[in-house]
């Protein structure tokens, strides 16, 4: 019964000890093992089992990229102007053992380098010049720092400078500073504005102007066209109107002679046929009729072609 009870235990505490031997690495980890106190082996990621009582899980490296965000360092500008600086680096383990077993306190030596590094690189530079140049204060910081953690086994792939708070006084100074030259790029902008205004105004009014002048000539064009069309018109009613008096002339000297010739008519009858052969006339397309207003020149006339006919009978 007592053997039974001891077997059991002895083959318990073997179960417990393989079962603590076997250990299970994760993805992007590293341990590192030691062998009666000294390092042996690394063990990547997947299942490993360890000798019991001589091997030793001494440290587990992360090789993923890790963020330290320092506290604010008191620094000094060329200026004699103290400011808090405070930085983020972004850094790798590259070299599990060098990282394990060449420095004790890796963060705490970042953490003292950067800011012996930012105090050396601030104090060459005045505010001014800090609060504008802060990409190139991250590179030289970053060159630095990764040269000296390479032999600790660490990459430093970027560092950011968070902060940069000047004492109060300055912060005050530089909101003023900044309240005015918002203010005058305000009054640049609206000065601007109005200029442009002005422009645009100076130019839709010289346009109108230009328009308007157009417009203006084109209707002195039309109306000296429709002038010249209607003189035009006129002169040709005039030129029918005289053509048509000088057709009704002709037309009556040659009725007058005619009927004298076959009938001898009277007076009476020669102011008839005048009057018919006028009415005649004003029955044509003229659109301006001039008619004698003298009719003792017609009675004239007549017996003018009287006398002619007669002379003429004579010598008959």
Do not use: C
Request: proline share 3%; aromatic share 4%; glycine share 6%.
């Amino acid at each position: 019964m007592v053997g039974g009870i001891i077997l059991g235990v002895i083959v318990l505490f073997i179960i417990l000890l393989l079962l603590s031997s076997i250990r299970i690495v994760r993805q992007a980890e590293v341990y590192l093992v030691e062998r009666l106190g000294k390092f042996h082996r690394e063990l990547d990621s997947g299942i490993h089992i360890l000798l019991p009582f001589i091997e030793r899980i001494s440290a587990k490296k992360n090789l993923r990229e890790q963020v330290v965000d320092f506290p604010p360092q008191p620094v000094i500008t060329k200026d004699n102007v103290t400011i808090q600086v405070d930085a983020i680096v972004y850094f790798q383990v590259t070299d599990p053992i060098r990282h394990e077993y060449e420095i004790a306190n890796p963060i705490g030596a970042i953490n003292n380098l950067t800011a012996t590094t930012l105090r050396n690189l601030i104090g060459e530079l005045e505010l001014d010049q800090t609060l504008t140049s802060r990409d190139t204060v991250n590179s030289k910081l970053r060159v630095v720092l990764d040269e000296a953690t390479d032999k600790w086994g660490m990459k430093v792939n970027r560092v950011e400078l968070k902060n940069i708070i000047p004492p109060s006084d300055i912060q005050q100074a530089m909101e003023r500073q900044m309240q005015a030259e918002r203010t005058r790029r305000q009054q640049v902008l609206q000065a601007q504005g109005e200029k442009e205004a002005k422009i645009l105004k100076a130019e839709g009014e010289k346009q109108s102007k230009i328009l308007e002048a157009e417009g203006e000539r084109l209707s002195q064009i039309e109306r000296a066209k429709g002038e010249k069309e209607s003189r035009i018109l006129k002169a040709e009613g005039e030129a029918s109107a005289i053509l048509k008096i000088a057709e009704s002339k002709s037309l009556g000297e040659k009725m007058i002679l005619d009927v004298w010739k076959e009938n001898n008519p009277t007076q009476a009858m020669i102011q008839l046929r005048s009057m018919e052969a006028l009415v005649k006339v004003a029955d044509g397309k003229s659109s301006k009729l001039v008619i004698p207003t003298d009719a003792t020149k017609l009675l004239g006339m007549v017996e003018s072609i009287k006398e002619v006919v007669r002379s003429d009978q004579k010598e008959e």
